[in-house]
C-alpha cells in the first residue's frame, strides 16, 4: 500500500491550504483514512479521520470548524482543506489508512500504512 501526502508549503497567518493524499495498493473505499500532524519536538497527534463512505468524520479540537476533512472514493485519494490557519498548525502532516474496518479512530496506533508527509508552514 502506497499513501502520497502532497499540498504543503508555506502560507500566512488567516491562509488556507488543501492537502490531498493519494492511495495505491489496497481497497481505499473500504477503509477508513485519517490526517495526523507533527511539529518539532512533539509527538504526532491525531487531526481528522472519515470514514469509508465518507459519510462520517471526527475532528480534534484544536482544528474544528477550521478544517474539513472529505474523500474521493472514485480518485483514492482524501482531502485535508484547512482554513484560518495559525502558527500552531505548523507541522509535517501524514495521511495513514486504519487497520481494520469498522469505526473510525484516533489512536495513531491503530493505523498501519502512511503517507510520507507534507510540511505546512503558517507564518505570522
Known amino acids: 500500500v502506497q499513501l502520497q501526502a502532497s499540498g504543503g508549503g508555506l502560507v500566512q497567518t488567516g491562509g488556507s491550504l488543501r492537502l490531498s493524499c493519494a492511495a495505491q495498493g489496497r481497497t481505499f473505499s473500504s477503509y477508513n483514512m485519517g490526517w495526523f500532524r507533527q511539529a518539532p519536538g512533539e509527538e504526532r497527534e491525531f487531526v481528522a479521520v472519515?470514514?469509508?463512505?465518507?459519510?462520517?468524520?471526527m475532528y480534534a479540537d484544536s482544528v474544528k470548524g477550521r478544517f474539513t476533512i472529505s474523500r474521493d472514493n472514485a480518485k483514492n485519494t482524501m482531502y485535508l482543506q484547512m482554513n484560518s490557519l495559525k502558527s500552531e498548525d505548523t507541522a509535517v502532516y501524514y495521511c495513514?489508512?486504519?487497520?481494520?474496518?469498522?469505526?473510525?479512530?484516533?489512536?495513531?496506533?491503530?493505523?498501519?500504512?502512511w503517507g510520507q508527509g507534507t510540511l505546512v508552514t503558517v507564518s505570522s
Open positions: 472519515i470514514s469509508s463512505s465518507g459519510g462520517g468524520s
Open positions: 495513514a489508512s486504519q487497520r481494520f474496518r469498522g469505526v473510525p479512530v484516533r489512536n495513531r496506533n491503530l493505523y498501519d500504512y
